[in-house]
């Protein structure tokens, strides 16, 4: 049954959808049947306090807390006019910080209880001055972190590092199960002139990683929007990761991360072969 577990709204500051409702109604005509909405969450309000780089990054990164009610009576509203069509689910795209646990575990106790589903994910490290963006633009993930820890191999064990400590954070009954984009440290890997593969450490946190996956039964999202981008053209996560994780029998959830009309089911069939 097709499925797409990762999309956005026009809630995201940094996409180009118009209305939800023209991207569900393409999902319905791709033949998806099932459907998850998945907005970037709203980041912890004092954030601003450890924020760095450029300040644009920080306020087009997630959905207004102001917004968060309207996007679910919005979303609700789709879901009962297209039940007979395609199951919508409703949800986040959770940013994971350390250093907001518990901001974070009330944000979800308040808001949970309306979802039924939803994406783990990290878009920031600590880095120069502050917390950086890994996938905002290559100079911001160069300058901002790769330089500051001494190599992009050093960027990559941290940022593997992170995902694992998401995983194994306690952000109550309502943390998401399924991690978002797990190479997403790999994004610009074409731009960079020194070593980009896995460096021996990366590869001991990612086994374990997988390992912690596998025996917590959570999901990975495999998303498929790294082909368009020109410094990757390859899922997230890359095909030998999948075979990684495979071997250990981890689900895989297809991912759009679609923004826009555009791109709504992109890459499905080059990831098809994936799909349990
Ligand atoms: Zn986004
Ligand atoms: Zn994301």
């Known amino acids: ?49 450890i924020a760095a780089g450029e300040p644009e990054m ?35 795209e959770l940013d994971y910080f350390s250093e907001y646990e518990a901001w974070t575990t009330d944000f979800l106790n308040e808001y949970g209880p309306l979802t039924d589903d939803g994406i783990l994910s990290v878009h920031f490290l600590p880095g120069k001055d502050g917390l950086r963006g890994i996938d905002y633009t290559f100079e911001e993930y160069q300058d901002g972190i790769c330089d500051f820890y001494g190599s992009f191999q050093k960027a990559q064990t941290l940022y593997y590092q992170r995902v694992l400590a998401s995983l194994q954070a306690d952000l109550g009954k309502w943390k998401p199960t399924r991690l978002g984009h797990i190479s997403l440290c790999q994004k610009f890997e074409h731009f960079f002139d020194e070593a980009t593969d896995y460096s021996v450490k990366s590869l001991t ?72």
């Open 1 to 49: 049954m097709k499925y797409d577990g990762h999309t956005h709204t026009e809630y995201c500051p940094h996409g180009i959808v118009e209305d939800t409702e023209q991207l569900i109604q393409k999902a319905i005509q791709l033949g998806f049947k099932e459907y998850s909405i998945t907005e970037h969450a709203p980041l912890p309000p004092s954030i601003t306090e």
């Open 58 to 92: 920080w306020t087009t990164a997630s959905m207004d807390l102001n917004d968060v009610d309207n996007y679910f009576k919005k979303m609700e509203k789709l879901r009962k006019k297209y039940a007979s069509e395609i199951v919508i689910h409703i949800g986040f």
């Open 205 to 276: 946190v990612l086994d374990k990683l997988l390992a912690v996956v596998k025996k917590e039964n959570y999901q990975l999202d495999l998303n498929t929007a790294g082909f368009i981008k020109t410094g990757y053209q390859q899922s997230y996560p890359q095909a030998w990761i999948l075979e990684k994780a495979s071997i250990l029998g981890i689900p895989f959830i297809y991912g759009s991360d679609t923004h826009s009309l555009e791109t709504v089911g992109q890459g499905y069939a080059k990831v098809e072969q994936w799909l349990n």
